[in-house]
């Protein structure tokens, strides 16, 4: 489950969860170095999501969680 006080940094994962930075793996898997900001903004942006300082950091949490599940397949 989630905790509703981390609903709004989930909401504002999932909508730019396309956003990725990916580096060819050059023989191996492609590598996560972590989401274009400058396109998550826009995306933020368009759904009306407000980047507050402590929806930041929570959204980095969850981002950085992400890149290493990623980077582990």
């Known amino acids: 489950g989630l905790w509703p ?10 909508t ?3 956003q990725w930075r ?7 898997p492609p590598h ?3 989401l274009d ?3 998550c903004r826009a995306a933020w942006d368009s ?3 407000q980047m507050t300082p402590d929806l930041w950091l929570d959204f ?3 981002e950085a969680g992400a890149v ?3 980077n582990s397949r």
Do not use: D, M, Q
Request: charged share 10%; net charge negative.
């Open 5 to 14: 006080e981390n609903w709004p940094a989930f909401e504002a994962f999932l």
């Open 16 to 18: 730019v969860s396309n």
């Open 22 to 28: 990916i580096t060819p793996g050059f023989g191996g």
């Open 32 to 34: 996560y170095s972590g």
């Open 37 to 39: 900001y400058a396109a």
């Open 47 to 49: 759904a009306g999501i």
């Open 60 to 62: 980095r949490e969850i």
């Open 68 to 70: 290493t599940t990623l």
